[in-house]
C-alpha cells in the first residue's frame, strides 16, 4: 500500500527531548529504538524488529510544540510543495535530502503539520499493518475543506486506486487506499461551521495487545508519565484511548480485536 503515491508512508514523533521520548514509549507500547538512517538527529521505533515511527531531534530555539506528524509518499516533491503553496498550505522546510530521499515539512491551511517523502520506504510498513499504525487521524477546522485540500494536493481524485468519502459507519470523511481505510478527517459535526476551538493536527493511533496495561503503563511513575490519559471507550475502531505524552503530544491507543 506504501507504494501509492498519495498515501501516508511513515510518521514521525518531533520532540526536543528524544531520550524522554524513549523513555515513556519503550515501556508503553514495548518499542526499541535504533539509529536512523537519515542522520545523527533521527531515530526509529522498532515493534518487533519492524519499523513503527521515527523520533526528530526538534530544535528548542524553533519554539514549535512536539508533534506527531504524518508523511506522504510522493513522486516529485517539487510539485507537490507547489501545490500546497497554491492551495493555502505553508511550507515551512525542503524540499531537502534526507538519507537516499527528500523531505518536506509543510502545513495546510488550517494549520495541522504534515510531511512529504520522495523515496524509498520501509517494505514492512504500511497503516494497519504489523507495528504501523492501525488508524491516521486529522482533527481540524473545517473537514470538508481540509479534504479538498488535501484532496487536490495528492491528486486524489485523479487517481483511480485512492477514495475520499463521508461515511456513517466512522463519522467523518475517510480516506482509502486500494479499498483499506487509512485515514480519517473530522471537524466537528457534520455540516456544523468551522469550529475555530479544534487544535489542528495529525493524530495516530497504536494498537496495542493490551490496551489496560499499556494505559497503566503510561500512569506509572518512573522514565516520564503521560500528561493525561483518558479512560477508554468504545467507538467507530473499537476500544480506544486517548494518551498524552509528557511532553503533551496526543496520540491514541486501540486494544486488538
Given at each position: 500500500?506504501?507504494?501509492?503515491?498519495?498515501?501516508?508512508?511513515?510518521?514521525?514523533?518531533?520532540?526536543?527531548?528524544?531520550?524522554?521520548?524513549?523513555?515513556?514509549?519503550?515501556?508503553?507500547?514495548?518499542?526499541?529504538?535504533?539509529?536512523?538512517?537519515?542522520?545523527?538527529?533521527?531515530?526509529?521505533?522498532?515493534?518487533?524488529?519492524?519499523?513503527?515511527?521515527?523520533?526528530?531531534?526538534?530544535?528548542?530555539?524553533?519554539?514549535?510544540?512536539?508533534?506527531?506528524?504524518?508523511?506522504?509518499?510522493?513522486?516529485?516533491?517539487?510539485?507537490?510543495?507547489?501545490?500546497?503553496?497554491?492551495?493555502?498550505?505553508?511550507?515551512?522546510?525542503?524540499?531537502?535530502?534526507?538519507?537516499?530521499?527528500?523531505?518536506?515539512?509543510?502545513?495546510?491551511?488550517?494549520?495541522?503539520?504534515?510531511?512529504?517523502?520522495?523515496?524509498?520506504?520501509?517494505?514492512?510498513?504500511?497503516?494497519?499493518?504489523?507495528?504501523?499504525?492501525?488508524?491516521?487521524?486529522?482533527?481540524?477546522?473545517?473537514?470538508?475543506?481540509?479534504?479538498?485540500?488535501?484532496?487536490?494536493?495528492?491528486?486524489?481524485?485523479?487517481a483511480p486506486r485512492h477514495a475520499v468519502t463521508y461515511e456513517e459507519g466512522y463519522e467523518e470523511i475517510v480516506v482509502r487506499a486500494d479499498g483499506q481505510p487509512v485515514a480519517g478527517i473530522r471537524g466537528g459535526a457534520l455540516e456544523a461551521p468551522p469550529d475555530p476551538a479544534i487544535r489542528t493536527r495529525w493524530e495516530p493511533?497504536?494498537?496495542?495487545?493490551?490496551?489496560?496495561?499499556?494505559?497503566?503503563?503510561?500512569?506509572?511513575?518512573?522514565?516520564?508519565?503521560?500528561?493525561?490519559?483518558?479512560?477508554?471507550?468504545?467507538?467507530?475502531?473499537?476500544?480506544?484511548?486517548?494518551?498524552?505524552?509528557?511532553?503533551?503530544?496526543?496520540?491514541?491507543?486501540?486494544?486488538?480485536?
Amino acid at each position: 500500500m506504501a507504494s501509492l503515491g498519495g498515501v501516508p508512508c511513515w510518521v514521525s514523533l518531533m520532540t526536543p527531548e528524544p531520550q524522554t521520548a524513549e523513555d515513556f514509549f519503550g515501556p508503553v507500547m514495548g518499542w526499541t529504538f535504533a539509529p536512523a538512517a537519515e542522520g545523527p538527529d533521527e531515530r526509529v521505533a522498532l515493534a518487533d524488529g519492524s519499523p513503527v515511527a521515527g523520533l526528530s531531534a526538534l530544535a528548542t530555539s524553533e519554539g514549535a510544540h512536539e508533534r506527531w506528524t504524518v508523511f506522504f509518499l510522493v513522486t516529485d516533491a517539487d510539485q507537490v510543495t507547489e501545490r500546497i503553496a497554491e492551495r493555502g498550505g505553508t511550507v515551512g522546510v525542503g524540499p531537502l535530502r534526507a538519507g537516499d530521499g527528500r523531505v518536506v515539512i509543510a502545513a495546510d491551511p488550517f494549520g495541522a503539520p504534515f510531511g512529504l517523502w520522495q523515496g524509498e520506504t520501509p517494505a514492512s510498513w504500511a497503516v494497519g499493518e504489523r507495528g504501523a499504525p492501525a488508524w491516521l487521524q486529522l482533527h481540524t477546522r473545517d473537514a470538508f475543506a481540509a479534504a479538498l485540500f488535501y484532496g487536490e494536493v495528492f491528486q486524489w481524485t485523479d487517481a483511480p486506486r485512492h477514495a475520499v468519502t463521508y461515511e456513517e459507519g466512522y463519522e467523518e470523511i475517510v480516506v482509502r487506499a486500494d479499498g483499506q481505510p487509512v485515514a480519517g478527517i473530522r471537524g466537528g459535526a457534520l455540516e456544523a461551521p468551522p469550529d475555530p476551538a479544534i487544535r489542528t493536527r495529525w493524530e495516530p493511533y497504536f494498537r496495542v495487545p493490551d490496551l489496560d496495561a499499556a494505559v497503566a503503563a503510561a500512569e506509572r511513575p518512573g522514565g516520564g508519565r503521560a500528561a493525561q490519559v483518558t479512560r477508554p471507550r468504545e467507538g467507530p475502531l473499537g476500544r480506544t484511548a486517548t494518551l498524552f505524552d509528557p511532553k503533551g503530544a496526543p496520540f491514541r491507543l486501540l486494544g486488538t480485536v
